[in-house]
């Protein structure tokens, strides 16, 4: 039958990931690569690190995040009105290995939580690119409270500690992805304007690059 999420619902629900292809318009993105690069200088690489939240004084990043068209999309998959609550602005890959993002979360969040990957330029293959496993997002679920108890005590009260458990989660879902035959998607071929939406529960990571000169220029 049809179909009651239109038009991507039936490809989230499988594959845990949507791609929007040339949907972010150009003079949004070209606003804040502006602002972005008169704010941040010579620290483009990594700016607005200082917080998580730069959109609560840089009016360009929500005018991106917040485009009409987009967060009608967000909201017709999760189904009810959504928020931002994070933003990763730094230009080059976080290097962060295998991971689900919903274990940062408190657990009453239960998967209503997703994340925009927003391309600013086209994105080198050599600029270590976004990585993730189709389907994963029906895996069991990594969970927060089950991560902590396996650090350290003095590990598990540190703000650092979701960088500490990578020692032991890296592995777990490299076994995870050989055990189940899982094929890995590389998004090597994102273009200025491309959007990728991803499930809290999709297994995912930003590669190592093969040149760690080439910006990766994303949102």
């Known amino acids: 039958g049809n179909d009651p999420i239109n038009p991507k619902g ?3 629900r499988e594959h845990g990931y949507i791609v929007l292809r040339d949907f ?3 003079n949004l993105i070209d606003a804040y690569t502006a602002r972005y690069q ?3 200088g010579e ?9 998580g939240t730069p959109y609560m004084r840089v009016q360009e990043i929500k005018d991106l995040c917040l485009y009409r068209p987009l967060t009608e999309i ?11 609550s994070l933003n990763l602005c730094n230009w080059e890959s976080t290097e962060r290995n295998w991971h689900q ?6 657990p009453e969040v239960n998967g209503h939580y997703l994340a925009v990957w927003i391309a600013l ?9 976004f990585e993730f496993v189709p389907g994963s997002h029906k895996w069991p679920v990594m969970r927060g409270e089950k991560v902590r108890a396996a650090l350290e005590p003095d590990e598990r009260t540190n703000p650092d500690w979701p960088r500490t458990a990578e020692r032991f989660l890296d592995g777990v879902f490299e076994r995870e992805i050989e055990k189940r035959g899982a094929k890995i998607r590389v998004w090597d071929d994102a273009k200025k304007g491309d959007v990728l939406i991803w499930h809290s529960w999709l297994a995912h990571r930003g590669s190592k690059p093969k040149n760690s000169e080439l910006l990766r220029k994303s949102l």
């Open 24 to 26: 972010i318009p150009a």
């Open 43 to 51: 620290n483009a690489r990594l700016g607005y690190s200082d917080t």
């Open 38 to 40: 008169q704010d941040n």
């Open 121 to 129: 330029d086209d994105i080198h293959p050599d600029s270590g690119p």
């Open 10 to 12: 039936k490809h989230w």
């Open 74 to 84: 967000l909201e017709s998959i999760i189904g009810e009105p959504m928020g931002m």
């Open 101 to 106: 993002d919903d274990y940062l979360n408190p």
